[in-house]
């Protein structure tokens, strides 16, 4: 019986997420998509997302990369390379600022 090691990336080296910011999104999407991995051109919407996993990865991204991210974001930049270049365009979010209950 074959086994497919999931340690090692399928992707072709230029599709590899290459900074700190494309990996941490790729993770969010593999997460979210649930799938194996993600390269830095997959279309979040060509890998089986619509907009209700959209709402769930944005806003998992502005926790992993303290940023405020608008929910049309995937929409706006449905690449992880994309969606990594525009990051500097959105302001950082404020970390002490946290939802309470009443």
């Known amino acids: 019986m074959n086994e497919i090691s ?3 990336s399928s992707l072709v080296e230029e599709d590899v997420p290459s900074t ?4 941490t999104i790729a993770e969010v999407w593999t997460e979210v998509l649930n799938l194996d991995e993600v390269g830095r051109h997959d279309n979040f919407f060509d890998l089986g997302g619509h907009s209700v996993l959209a709402t769930q990865a944005v806003a998992r991204l502005c926790v992993a990369l303290s940023r405020q991210l608008p929910e049309r974001a995937l929409f706006d930049w449905p690449t992880v390379a994309t969606l990594a270049s525009a990051l500097p365009d959105y302001p950082v979010s404020d970390q002490n600022s946290r939802i309470t209950r009443r």
Not at 20 to 23: F, G, K, Q, V
Request: aromatic share 0%; hydrophobic share 30%.
């Open 6 to 8: 999931h340690a090692q």
């Open 20 to 23: 700190a910011t494309e990996r």
